[in-house]
């Protein structure tokens, strides 16, 4: 779950740095997050022409990143995000600052956009404050699924703070050392995985490991889920942006 703001106005991409995974006990009722914030693996990604911004499942983001990035577009297949499934994408032309196309987004207005669990929140901000950076701190503060440091990415001068060194395998590997619990029914108590024997969080904990689950930065409801529809709609517009 996450936070992500994009202000059209100021032409300024701003995020949350916080992947995680929501633990339910047998019966299904929420027991505890695992999460792990400032990890290197970005939700936000650019090129010469277009940025990209995303909340949802972490392998279907690490997925969309490469095709990006790859110069052998062509020769590969557009990821498509599974029918049912909450996922975010807002694309936005860096020469103009214009929204080329989002999905799983609510508006605030023809150039702002806010998605993931911490919406809301940053968009109560973002109407009285107009910074992304204070929104997306405003959900920090209220919304548990976001957190870690408010990454940035400035569409025009294309200043940031972006450290996109990691793959999401990389950050599943760093979970038992560098992640930590979070235990709601506790009043919030928050320990380092390393820490805490609880058979619920590390059953969760070595699939993540293994690479049978993904952490990610979900969009925290049914608002956002897609159908085969929106994955014809996006690999059109990936299509005119790559010229393929």
């Not at 032409?11 to 695992?34: F, Q, T, Y």
């Not at 590390?202 to 049978?212: F, P, R, T």
Request: aromatic share 8%; with cysteine.
């Amino acid at each position: 779950m996450t936070t992500n703001v994009y202000d059209g106005n100021d032409w300024l991409m701003a995020c949350d740095s916080r992947w995680s995974m929501e633990v339910k006990d047998p019966l299904g009722n929420h027991h505890a997050l695992i999460f792990i914030d400032d990890i290197g693996f970005e939700k936000i990604c650019f090129d010469d022409d277009y940025a990209y911004m995303f909340a949802g499942d972490g392998s279907l983001i690490q997925m969309w990143k490469q095709w990006i990035s790859s110069p052998v577009k062509s020769l590969l297949q557009i990821p498509n995000i599974p029918d049912g499934m909450p996922f975010s994408i807002c694309i936005v032309d860096c020469s103009s600052g214009f929204i080329k196309a989002d999905f799983g987004v609510i508006s605030g207005g023809l150039l702002v956009r806010f998605a993931g669990s911490g919406r809301e929140p940053a968009r109560e901000c973002w109407s009285k404050n107009k910074c992304a950076r204070k929104a997306v701190m405003s959900a920090i503060a209220i919304d548990r699924c976001s957190g870690g440091n408010v990454k940035y990415l400035e569409i025009s001068s294309k200043k940031n703070n972006l450290n996109d060194v990691n793959s999401i395998a990389d950050v599943s590997r760093e979970l038992k050392t560098k992640g930590k619990v979070m235990f709601p029914n506790q009043h919030g108590i928050v320990k380092s995985i390393a820490d805490v024997d609880d058979q619920f969080v590390q059953k969760q904990v070595d699939k993540i490991v293994a690479g049978e689950a993904s952490l990610g930065a979900p969009v925290g409801d049914a608002h956002a889920t897609w159908t085969s529809e929106d994955n014809e709609k996006l690999h059109s517009v990936m299509k005119e942006i790559f010229k393929l």
